[in-house]
């Protein structure tokens, strides 16, 4: 279903009240549950990380940082088996994979005499705990990474997974209506840079527009977002005709530069996306 941004300011404002954790989710759904989860998610999702870029660098103040380690070393002896980064990240406001990510960071400086470690060995350790040196301070960042649903590697996996589902779907329904097109790997090959998903080698036309090339995010799509790839990308492509499909949720627009139109439509299914190529 469409959403329109009064009731997507709706959802927006309640998130506001919410932490970053699957618990969430499901007050979400039962606020809204004419809405499916992963839209609900999408929008969670997006309206968190803004809130955590508005934030994210109090948290990262040394004193801040020597506090939040201090009180995991203390409470670590008191409360072994308690969830301690998961509580401290709830009552802080910040999403537990990014406590996890500044108490782990702090460790190997103890670890390493002083020494930063790079962001990819740190990155390596949260994807694959078991590499901490530390067998309390693993489980406790495999918690946090298994009840965060804004960020951490867990996250980030079923996003590139999404992703590259949106992808294979669009292929297979362009094949099934002998649409020619090329894309993005094969365009890469060519030489491009900069590509979007597909490119039609023989433009369609949809709903009144003349669609060249077509680009999916599997993500919703609030007006910020789309200026975000309106400048970031879409405008460097084809100067002529085009339209945008965003494979996730969304809210519809239509923007012009020149002689390109772009039309930014929303998705909530798969079989929508289908009707829309038929």
Not at 28 to 52: A, D, G, M, N, V
Not at 111 to 139: F, W
Not at 194 to 218: F, Q, R
């Amino acid at each position: 279903m469409k959403l329109c941004r009064a009731e997507y300011k709706t959802i927006a404002k309640f998130t506001d009240q919410l932490k970053p954790t699957r618990q969430s989710l499901k007050l979400l759904k039962e606020r809204f549950p004419h809405h499916s989860q992963s839209t609900l998610l999408s929008i969670f999702s997006l309206e968190y990380q803004k809130r955590t870029k508005r934030s994210i660098s109090k948290h990262h103040d040394p004193d801040v940082i020597e506090s939040y380690y201090q009180r995991y070393l203390n409470e670590a002896k008191t409360r072994p088996s308690s969830p301690i980064l998961l509580e401290m990240a709830n009552e802080v406001d910040l999403s537990p994979s990014l406590l996890a990510r500044v108490v782990v960071e702090r460790f190997l400086q103890d670890q390493e005499d002083g020494v930063s470690v790079s962001k990819q060995v740190v990155s390596s350790m949260l994807r694959e705990p078991t590499l901490i040196p530390d067998v309390h301070l693993a489980r406790q960042v495999e918690q946090c990474t298994v009840n965060d649903c804004c960020y951490g590697p867990l996250v980030d996996c079923i996003k590139h997974a999404i992703g590259h589902e949106h992808e294979v779907l669009l292929r297979d329904k362009l094949r099934e209506r002998n649409l020619s097109f090329l894309d993005e790997n094969q365009l890469r090959a060519k030489g491009y840079d900069k590509t979007p998903d597909i490119i039609l080698e023989v433009p369609i036309a949809v709903e009144g527009h003349v669609v060249h090339w077509i680009e999916s995010k599997a993500s919703f799509g609030d007006d910020q977002s789309h200026r975000t790839y309106l400048n970031e990308q879409f405008w460097s492509y084809w100067n002529s005709a085009v339209s945008l499909v965003t494979c996730g949720r969304g809210q519809e627009a239509e923007v012009h530069r020149g002689s390109v139109s772009l039309r930014l439509i929303g998705f909530d299914t798969h079989e929508t996306v289908s009707d829309w190529l038929a």
